[in-house]
């Protein structure tokens, strides 16, 4: 719990514009650390449809993070195969994705019923008691006083509609109020198609093989894939001379999904709406004390389904961030390297879901054939078989802002890299990394780390809320609190490959760097020290 010395006279510490899964995220992480976050969110009940299809395992592990890591098994199912298909119905590519647990100590890619997960967030958020969510609430209004912000958002929560708080942050969506406030220009990426969206729950249980199928007909691209809790979901382009008004029509509807064998008899229509897939990014994500996040400073196609991701990595990005300033830890200018470690990795995310889109939604059909017989010829995979799995959702390695750096000023590998999760024992325990030693600044050793660090080392840990621990091999037994067993072999053998004796691991999974041999553990230490404390006693 933050000290009440280090708190201004406001009514609250953060204010989230926004309630979906990046501004949820992003106000959990800091309730968890004590600090006062009012949520405004200007529809007055959750959206009932289905919008993300899934997520990946180092969005699990963010979500865990936020406190709902029990509830993931109840709300994930298995993504499967997914395929890619032409006109013809020949396979084009295919990947297996499997359901086993993955480098982030969760499956790498799972299907999801959007609602659920947001309900499972809501009854989490619910239990912090620093946390309040105003439903019903627009924000209409920020000023930025340059020691706080004032917001203006009328809604039905009496004493509500003017709140004063250190911080605002922007996760209200494509349209972004905060985002327009900031003067920040949504630049656009040169991706725009609008796709008919149709959500579908059968009457009776049905299968399909593979899960999911990508049909890259150039007379008409189909997604179709399942969206949990036994919906599915079809998503058909809309063709030249086709109108948004026509195409969205129900027997419009209902005429493109007879095709799949979906009709009135044996499914229910739950939702369909057009729906422009777009590829855009902010050019400003910081001004001030106003920042941006989630769909408020990025858009991309689905196709890779790294929208929802993207959103739930800015938040637990920029959580650790805000806690240091707002402790008095580092400087405000911390916040600067949010946007500047994001910014890097969203364009990445946005380029595979482009270049995907490209593949699936071409519509010339010389084109299309030409892309035929170029898969075909790959059979776009490296197995023999032509299927592919994926098994790591580090989507792209920091190479800027706050990670270890070697003289050159280039990131000191494995810096910026995302730290795996495997099962680690302590005592009679043994559970998953996160859960055994704890979340936030993790440093990782082979050997005991006391024997190097001096009390300066010790005292920065432990400001800033380090967890140390040793890393025993596995079958060993521990005779210190701060030793725990590497159960499942994760944490060595990824040491060891790294040629490196010790990692401090920051608290959104990705590592500030590692340590070459013993002394450099301490050496390690410093320099983080140095880089967040270089400015700190500037005001926050």
Sequence with gaps: MPEETERRATDTDVVIVGNGP???????????????????????????????????????RNFAAAGIGDALPEIYERLGEYEFLNAAGQRLMRFDVPFETGRDGWPPAVVIHHPTLEAALS??????????????HTAIGLADHGDHVEVEAPGPHEGYDRITASWVIGCDGANSFVREHIGSTNTDL????????????????????PNDRQICDPLRPTTMVASGRG??????????????ERMNRPENVWRLLKRFD????????????????????????????????????????????????SGVRDAANLAWKLDLVLRGVADAALLDEYPAERDPQVRHAITVSVEMGKIISELDTVAAAARDAHLLGMQAAPTADGSSSEDSSSFYSLETGVVRRNSSGEPLAPAGELSPQGRV???????????????????????????????????????????????LPSGSSTSEPFEVVDSDDVYLPWLASSKVVGALVRPDFYLYGAAADRADLSTLVRELRVRLTARAGVPA
């Excluded at 405004?40 to 899934?54: A, I, N, Q, S």
């Excluded at 009854?123 to 019903?136: F, N």
């Excluded at 559970?431 to 010790?458: A, K, M, N, Q």
């Design 22 to 60: 990046a501004g949820q995220t992003l106000s959990m992480l800091l309730a968890q650390r004590g600090w006062r976050v009012i949520v405004l969110e200007r529809w007055p009940e959750p959206y009932p449809f289905p919008r993300v299809k899934g997520f990946d395992g180092e969005t699990a």
């Design 123 to 136: 009854e989490q958020a619910a239990k912090l008691p620093t946390l309040k969510v105003l439903t019903g």
């Design 190 to 209: 040169g991706f725009k198609q609008d796709w008919l969206l149709c959500d579908v729950l059968f009457n009776e249980p049905r299968e399909f093989h």
């Design 231 to 244: 919906h599915r979901r079809w998503e058909f382009r809309r063709l030249p001379g086709e109108t948004v």
């Design 262 to 309: 979906v009709t009135p008899e044996n499914a229910t229509l739950c939702r369909h709406t057009m729906y422009t897939f777009q590829a855009r990014i902010a050019d400003k994500w910081r001004e001030g004390r106003v920042l941006i996040a989630g769909d408020a400073a990025h858009l991309m196609p689905p196709f890779a389904g790294q929208g929802m991701c």
């Design 425 to 471: 024992a302590r005592g009679d325990v043994v559970d998953l990394f996160d859960d055994v030693v704890g979340r936030g600044f993790v440093l990782i050793s082979t050997f005991d780390p006391y024997s190097v660090l001096d009390s300066e080392d010790l005292e920065f840990l432990d400001e800033i809320g380090a967890h140390v621990v040793r890393v």
